[in-house]
């Protein structure tokens, strides 16, 4: 059974640039969440893909957009990103949003 | 809206020693799910335990069980015989049932394992 994948492990990005995040579900899981971990924080839910639609959205603007393939697999997009988007982004995979099983994160660097 | 508090910072632990963390949380819902998470200084989450709120029993796995008091809305962390290895960021985390099932944190535990 392959666990829940991310990419990339690092990044740093400038301020106003894109970026893109992206993770593979764990096998048998059709459901992908996404949360923002600040440092010495707790997760912030950002979104929740299910069936290729977005399933519920937490408190963070439009610029954080997502996408599930047929596969589960999924992306995180952010745009126009800002210095309070450094953080540790971690991405769940679940059936139906059940146990919610994590990947390793992905930690952005916004300079 | 739901909320979770953690309200130890931190926590340190003799290795072998019981030790245990404290979660309290906030709900007008009656049927939840309640979870800890572990989360070494790799990052990963790892899930160490659920309790459903509709079940009485609390939840064991292994060295680490729950105290789950509904009525208080109290869901404590036992870890007993503690090892090297439990050093980490503990979180105490509420599922959701209504719309996307969103796990809401607390802002954690830090436990240290003093050999």
């Known amino acids: 059974e392959t666990g829940v994948t991310q990419s990339p492990t690092h990044l740093i990005k400038t301020r106003g640039q894109q970026v893109t995040l992206r993770c593979s579900s764990q096998s048998g899981h059709n459901t992908v969440s996404w949360y923002q971990q600040a440092l010495g924080q707790g997760p912030q839910f950002i979104f929740q893909y299910y069936r290729e639609e977005e399933n519920g959205r937490g408190n963070f603007p439009p610029r954080f957009s997502g996408l599930q393939f047929p596969n589960y697999s999924s992306e995180l997009n952010v745009n126009a990103l800002e210095l309070d988007d450094s953080a540790l982004y971690l991405c769940a995979s679940s059936l139906f949003g059940f146990e919610q099983y994590f990947g390793p994160g992905t930690r952005l660097t916004v300079t | 809206a739901q909320t979770v508090t953690q309200s130890q910072p931190e926590m340190s632990v003799q290795e072998a020693e019981t030790v245990t ?46 105290n789950f008091q509904k009525a208080a809305k109290s869901f404590s962390l036992k870890i007993s015989d503690s090892q090297l290895g439990d050093a980490a960021m503990y979180f105490c985390a509420y599922r959701t049932n209504g719309g996307a099932q969103k796990l809401v944190f607390g802002q954690g535990t830090r436990l240290t394992i003093n050999p």
């Open chain 2, 21 to 66: 963390l404290s979660c309290t949380y906030d709900t007008s819902e009656s049927d939840y799910y309640l979870f800890w998470y572990k989360q070494p200084p790799s990052r990963q989450m790892i899930l160490v335990i659920r309790q459903e709120a509709y079940k009485q029993q609390n939840a064991t796995e292994n060295r680490f069980s729950v």
